[in-house]
C-alpha cells in the first residue's frame, strides 16, 4: 500500500481527524474532547503534527505532541495498524528535534487501554516503558462514565455565586488566569481558550463558570458532546476550582450543573479522565455516578540525555 504523510494543514484536517477517531472510539482514548485538545498551541507549529494517507487521500492515521500535556496524541484506523511503529518512531525523531525549543519536553507519555496487548509490545519496543508500578511515582489512568440518564444531585449554590455559561470572547483572559492558577501551569493560553470557542464543536452553553460575588471566575466544568457511534456521547474536560473557593466546594456544583446541561442536550453516557489513585478527584466523580469503563496504561519515554 502506498502511503503519503505531512503535516496538519487547517481546519479541514483536523475535522478529518475527528472524523477518523469517532469511527473507532473502543480503539482510542481521545474521542468526544479532541476539539480541547486539538486547539491548543502545540499544533501552532505544524511540525509536530502529522497525518497518514492512503493512495486515494483517505486519512489513516495522526499524531500530535501535544506540548502542554506532556503526552502524544494519536490514533489509526485497524486496517492501518501496521503503521503503529512508524508513528512512534516520526514521534520520536520529532520528540529529539524539538529538544531545545519551546515545543520540547525531556520526555514524553503515551495513553492506551489496558486490554490493547498489540500496542503495549509495540510501545516497549520503541522505547517506552508503562509507567503503572515503577515505585513511588507509579502512575495509571481510569476512563470513567455514567449513564446519561441517571439523576444529577441537587448542591447548595454559596449565597452570592453565580452559575452560568462563560461570557464569550470578552472573559477568556479571565478565565485564562483561573485556569492557570488551578493547575498551577502556564500551559493554557488566550489563544487555545478563544480557539476553543471557534470549534464548530464548541456549544456554549456547556461552558460552565462560577462567578464568585465580587465577580472573579472560581470555577469551571467544559463540557464536550459528540455522535459517536450513532450514540450522543459528552465528556467533561476540564473541571476545577481556584484554591480560594475550594472550601465551598465550586468544582462539584460546576460539575453538577455541566452533568444536568449534558442530560438537556440528550447526552446518552458521559465520560471524564482521571489517575487511576483515589485522590480527590477519582472520589468526586465516583460521588456523581461515576464508574470505571476502562483502565488506562501511561507509557514513558526519555529523550533528553
Same mark, same amino acid.
Given at each position: %500500500?502506498?502511503?503519503?504523510s505531512?503535516? +496538519?494543514s #487547517?481546519t479541514?484536517?483536523?475535522? =478529518? +481527524?475527528?472524523?477518523l477517531?469517532? =469511527?473507532?472510539?473502543?480503539?482510542n482514548?481521545?474521542?468526544?474532547d479532541l476539539p480541547?485538545?486539538?486547539?491548543s498551541?502545540?499544533?501552532?507549529?505544524? !511540525? &509536530?503534527?502529522?497525518l497518514?494517507?492512503?493512495? @486515494?487521500?483517505r486519512?489513516?492515521a495522526?499524531?500530535v505532541? $501535544?506540548?502542554?500535556?506532556?503526552?502524544?496524541?494519536?490514533a489509526?484506523?485497524p !486496517?492501518?495498524s501496521?503503521?503503529?511503529?512508524?508513528?512512534?518512531?516520526?514521534?520520536?525523531?520529532?520528540?529529539? $528535534?524539538?529538544l531545545?525549543?519551546?515545543? #520540547?519536553?525531556?520526555?514524553?507519555?503515551?495513553?492506551?487501554?489496558?486490554d490493547?496487548t498489540?500496542? %503495549?509490545?509495540e510501545l516497549?519496543?520503541?522505547?517506552f516503558? &508503562? $509507567?503503572?508500578?515503577?515505585g513511588?511515582d507509579s502512575?495509571?489512568?481510569?476512563?470513567?462514565?455514567?449513564p446519561?440518564?441517571?439523576p444529577v444531585?441537587?448542591?447548595?449554590?454559596?449565597?452570592?455565586?453565580v452559575?452560568?455559561?462563560l461570557?464569550?470572547?470578552?472573559?477568556?483572559?479571565?478565565y *485564562?488566569?483561573l485556569?492557570?492558577?488551578v493547575?498551577?501551569?502556564? &500551559?493554557m493560553r488566550?489563544e487555545?481558550?478563544?480557539r476553543t470557542?471557534? @470549534?464548530?464543536?464548541?456549544?456554549?452553553?456547556?461552558?460552565?463558570?462560577?462567578a464568585?460575588?465580587?465577580?472573579?471566575?472560581?470555577?469551571?466544568? +467544559?463540557?464536550?458532546l459528540?455522535q459517536?457511534?450513532?450514540?450522543l456521547?459528552?465528556?467533561? !474536560?476540564p473541571?476545577?476550582? @481556584?484554591?480560594?473557593?475550594?472550601?465551598?466546594?465550586?468544582?462539584?456544583?460546576?460539575l453538577?450543573e455541566?452533568?444536568r446541561?449534558? =442530560?438537556?442536550?440528550g447526552?446518552q453516557?458521559? @465520560?471524564? !479522565?482521571?489517575?487511576?489513585?483515589?485522590?480527590?478527584?477519582f472520589?468526586?466523580?465516583?460521588? %456523581? #455516578?461515576?464508574?470505571?469503563?476502562? &483502565?488506562?496504561? *501511561?507509557?514513558?519515554?526519555?529523550?533528553?540525555?
Open positions: %500500500m502506498k502511503i503519503s505531512r503535516p +496538519i #487547517g479541514a484536517d483536523k475535522l =478529518q +481527524i475527528l472524523a477517531s469517532r =469511527q473507532f472510539p473502543s480503539d482514548l481521545r474521542v468526544v480541547y485538545r486539538l486547539s498551541w502545540a499544533l501552532d507549529e505544524p !511540525e &509536530n503534527t502529522r497518514w494517507f492512503d493512495a @486515494h487521500g486519512l489513516l495522526w499524531a505532541l $501535544q506540548t502542554p500535556f506532556w503526552f502524544i496524541d494519536y489509526f484506523c !486496517e492501518a501496521f503503521l503503529h511503529p512508524e508513528i512512534l518512531d516520526w514521534a520520536g525523531k520529532r520528540a529529539s $528535534q524539538s531545545e525549543t519551546p515545543f #520540547g519536553h525531556p520526555c514524553w507519555f503515551v495513553t492506551i487501554f489496558s490493547q498489540e500496542r %503495549m509490545r516497549e519496543s520503541a522505547g516503558s &508503562n $509507567q503503572a508500578e515503577v513511588e502512575w495509571s489512568k481510569v476512563f470513567l462514565q455514567r446519561g440518564n441517571l444531585k441537587e448542591y447548595r449554590i454559596p449565597p452570592g455565586f452559575v452560568r455559561s461570557a464569550g470572547k470578552e472573559e477568556i483572559a479571565a *485564562v488566569e485556569h492557570q492558577t493547575f498551577e501551569s502556564k &500551559n488566550v487555545w481558550r478563544q470557542l471557534e @470549534h464548530p464543536d464548541y456549544v456554549p452553553n456547556l461552558d460552565v463558570i462560577i464568585s460575588p465580587d465577580g472573579r471566575l472560581g470555577a469551571f466544568c +467544559i463540557c464536550w459528540q459517536v457511534e450513532g450514540q456521547v459528552g465528556q467533561i !474536560e473541571l476545577g476550582c @481556584h484554591p480560594d473557593f475550594r472550601k465551598y466546594a465550586l468544582g462539584r456544583v460546576a453538577a455541566g452533568l446541561r449534558l =442530560q438537556t442536550h447526552a453516557i458521559i @465520560h471524564v !479522565e482521571t489517575d487511576s489513585y483515589r485522590n480527590t478527584a472520589r468526586l466523580y465516583e460521588s %456523581m #455516578g461515576f464508574s470505571v469503563a476502562k &483502565n488506562v496504561f *501511561v507509557y514513558r519515554k526519555d529523550y533528553a540525555e
